[in-house]
T-cell receptor, first 113, second 114 residues
Framework: SQKIEQNSEALNIQEGKTATLTCNYTNYSPAYLQWYRQDPGRGPVFLLLIRENEKEKRKERLKVTFDTTLKQSLFHITASQPADSATYLCALDQYTGGFKTIFGAGTRLFVKA | DGGITQSPKYLFRKEGQNVTLSCEQNLNHDAMYWYRQDPGQGLRLIYY???????QKGDIAEGYSVSREKKESFPLTVTSAQKNPTAFYLC?????????????FGEGSWLTVV
């Protein structure tokens, strides 16, 4: 079955720098890959969706890439701010007689002022 | 405002008790989900429903039960058969179960066994 791997170690960066988070998956490439943000004790919030035929997607300071050869997605936050500190989850759909969305464990990001 | 409302936010359960977590959505979404989140782990799917009066087991359905009598409501019962129920529970919905649908989450419910 499909598995998602995200770096379990927290990422600490300085304000103003670019944060880069990695999402690797096994097996087949999904048609879509999504990124969510989760604050402590809150539900995840959708950020971006990228399709398999898209190499890159941007939204304000966010950029997502999707490399189906490497089976990897990179999530970038440019000009990072302390308010960007959160856990970022990667998600993709797995087909098992119907589509099921599976989530990675997430990577915790700390942006220091 | 449109969204998903979960209640209660915090719930304590005694050994041997069943408890029910409420989930209501006013997004007019067809699909609804229950996920469980444990520290350091990804979200694990408990149950999902694509349409009223129909639901399917997810990856960790044992010890849980659900109902979908109304489109906007999808309550989750944690039964005494669930041996390790202490966790953060998230209800979610999406327009449909088609691939690529954005999933909208509630604020979550913390369940603790005392």
């Amino acid at each position: 079955s499909q598995k998602i791997e995200q770096n379990s170690e927290a990422l600490n960066i300085q304000e103003g720098k670019t944060a880069t988070l990695t999402c690797n998956y096994t097996n087949y490439s999904p048609a879509y890959l999504q990124w969510y943000r989760q604050d402590p004790g809150r539900g995840p919030v959708f950020l971006l969706l990228i399709r398999e035929n898209e190499k890159e997607k941007r939204k304000e300071r966010l950029k997502v890439t999707f490399d189906t050869t490497l089976k990897q997605s990179l999530f970038h936050i440019t000009a990072s701010q302390p308010a960007d500190s959160a856990t970022y989850l990667c998600a993709l759909d797995q087909y098992t007689g119907g589509f099921k969305t599976i989530f990675g464990a997430g990577t915790r990001l700390f942006v220091k002022a | 405002d449109g969204g998903i409302t979960q209640s209660p936010k915090y719930l304590f359960r005694k050994e041997g008790q069943n408890v029910t977590l409420s989930c209501e959505q006013n997004l007019n979404h067809d699909a609804m989900y229950w996920y469980r989140q444990d520290p350091g782990q990804g979200l694990r799917l408990i149950y999902y429903s694509q349409i009223v009066n129909d639901f399917q087991k997810g990856d960790i359905a044992e010890g849980y039960s659900v109902s979908r009598e109304k489109k906007e409501s999808f309550p989750l019962t944690v039964t005494s058969a669930q041996k390790n129920p202490t966790a953060f529970y998230l209800c979610a919905s999406s327009q449909s179960r088609e691939s690529g649908n954005t999933i909208y989450f509630g604020e979550g419910s913390w369940l603790t066994v005392v």
